[in-house]
């Protein structure tokens, strides 16, 4: 038997399985305040654009208010170094990104998108940005509370709440917005609301939370770690003004020779041109923050990035993390604009399938997933979700093909739930509820595998930093496909769109089969002893 398996079998005192109760609780309510900003600047957001009449591509490059989650792992360092006075290292960082988080959230309800697009833009740019440094600290939270024979079932529940919240924000609110069935709230509105529930999170956070084992912290200069989180943030800055002087021009110069022969329409050749000079803006920006960070003596972020590339394999899992998703990201970047333009559904519809329907499915997913963990492992599960993951994109592309009424479909009654309410009976497509039932159940499994992979790889010590680092990585895929989705779907038209995407999730599972042995030593990790609070 392996040792996380023997560990699980070991009775537990009543007072260890309360405590491990609390446990989960706390992964549970961390997971929902961990989704609920998520959907707030991704599909709420898109649902809000499209309201107010703005085109697909300029929606698609709207994502990328979604790149503070890319980059994180550059402040990350702050939050493994320094702790806020008070609630100690992760718990005093979780309440001030709460709080921050709510503020952010107010100032975009205030702001009108067409009217006011750039400023707009910003707020959600820095809602983005406080939603991924909350991120960082629930993920160094969640790794440093959870022993390693828990991390399956924790994982789980995680993303149950995780996706409870994504339902609340990104599927009620489209219902609680539609104009004939929903219960007259307006985008504004449910942006206050959802600031309301920031600051519940943070009395949570406060108040309930169990505190954690005091690890060592990195034994770091501090002046060292500000001023090199300073050098790498001016050199970004750096990067993105000379970018946005020479990039566009570059690209165009490139492009030309193309275009000159090309017969696609002139305005797709601007967002392809962009999209060029937005990664040739990159491929300058990065190394120059990690020259910058090696100049500043940047020793927490650069402490953490050694710890972690020495262990076997480090290289080929941070391609492998950036693979994994990269198929759901294609599928999922601009699902809400293809269900409520390409295919026509009502906005109650999508609400009630792809949200309130698929609320339990997801559940169901997350919690078969764990459960399943206990008896395949980290390997086999993820590999088994992985596949069940690619599948579900052929079925958007069967939608695509299909159209609505291919398969019969139900009437769901009108209702009244306090919170939510239908003002009359909705019909839902049967394609539509078969396509969100396989994608809900499968997304749900391999985030919970996925979850479980990512935190086996960090060092406690560099927690935060190391579980940035690869969770950046692992939205790479979900940030960055989205300018090159918007395109590419005008271009090619949605049902190739989507056989790329099932194509895109191939070299993942490939790769996971070449690592088969790396990530099967990953499931005995033994547990860390505690050593006081933190």
């Excluded at 706390?26 to 900003?37: I, R, W």
């Excluded at 459960?371 to 052929?394: D, I, T, V």
């Excluded at 009976?425 to 391999?446: R, Y």
Aim: hydrophobic share 60%; charged share 10%.
């Amino acid at each position: 038997m392996p040792p996380s398996t023997a560990a699980a079998a070991v009775a537990r005192t009543p007072a260890q399985r309360v405590a491990a109760v609390h446990r989960f609780l706390a992964v549970t309510l961390l997971g929902f305040a961990s989704g609920l900003p998520l959907a707030l600047t991704g599909q709420a957001m898109q649902a809000w654009l499209s309201a107010e009449g703005l085109d697909l591509a300029t929606i698609g490059f709207l994502s990328l208010v979604g790149l503070p989650y890319t980059f994180k792992f550059l402040w990350a360092p702050l939050m493994d170094r320094f702790e806020p006075p008070g609630l100690g290292r992760r718990r005093g960082w979780l309440v001030l990104t709460q709080l921050l988080l709510a503020g952010a959230l107010l100032l975009m309800a205030a702001t009108p998108p067409a009217g006011a697009t750039r400023a707009f833009a910003l707020l959600a740019v820095a809602v983005a940005f406080l939603s991924a440094s909350q991120d960082v600290v629930i993920d160094a939270y969640r790794t440093d509370l959870l022993p390693a024979r828990e991390r399956g079932l924790g994982s789980s529940l995680n993303v149950m709440g995780y996706r409870l919240a994504m339902i609340l924000s990104g599927g009620v609110a489209l219902i609680w917005t539609d104009p004939a069935q929903g219960g007259g709230f307006t985008w504004p509105a449910v942006y206050r609301l959802m600031a309301m529930l920031m600051l519940g999170a943070a009395a949570v956070s406060a108040l309930l939370l169990p505190r954690l084992p005091r690890a060592t912290a990195p034994r770091t200069v501090a002046r060292h770690d500000v001023t090199g989180f300073v050098a790498v943030m001016a050199a970004v800055a750096v990067g993105y003004l000379l970018s946005d002087r020479l990039a566009l021009p570059l690209a165009q110069l490139l492009l030309s020779p193309l275009w000159s022969a090309s017969a696609l329409a002139p305005a797709l050749q601007v967002k392809w041109t962009e999209l060029l000079a937005l990664m040739l803006g990159l491929a300058f920006t990065l190394p120059l923050a990690a020259w910058a960070a090696r100049k500043a003596q940047f020793e927490t972020l650069l402490q953490g990035l050694r710890s972690y590339f020495s262990q076997p394999g480090a290289g080929a899992f941070l391609a492998f993390i950036v693979l994994y998703k990269l198929g759901d990201a294609f599928a999922g970047s601009l699902l809400t604009p293809f269900l409520l333009k390409a295919m026509a559904f009502s906005p109650a519809e999508v609400g009630v399938v792809n949200k309130l329907i698929g609320l339990w499915l997801t559940i169901l997913g997350a919690l078969v997933g764990g459960a399943l963990m206990l008896k395949l492992g980290l390997w086999r599960s993820l590999l088994l979700f992985g596949l069940l993951q690619m599948a579900s994109n052929l079925g958007f592309w069967w939608l695509a093909v299909s159209g609505k009424g291919v398969i019969p479909g139900l009437l769901v009654p009108a209702f009244d739930w306090g919170f939510i309410h239908l003002a009359q009976p909705t019909p839902v497509d049967g394609g539509l509820l078969l396509v969100v039932a396989l994608e809900n159940l499968s997304g749900g499994m391999g985030t919970a595998a996925f979850v479980a992979f990512l935190m086996s790889l960090c060092n406690q010590r560099f927690t935060a930093t190391q579980y940035a680092l690869l969770s950046a990585f692992a939205a790479v895929g979900r940030v960055w496909v989205g300018p090159l989705a918007g395109v590419l779907a005008e271009s090619i038209g949605w049902p190739t769109f989507f056989i790329v995407s099932t194509l895109a999730a191939v070299p993942a599972l490939a790769m996971l089969w070449a690592l088969r042995a790396s990530v099967r030593a990953l499931e005995v990790d033994p547990d860390a002893p505690p050593a006081g609070d933190d």
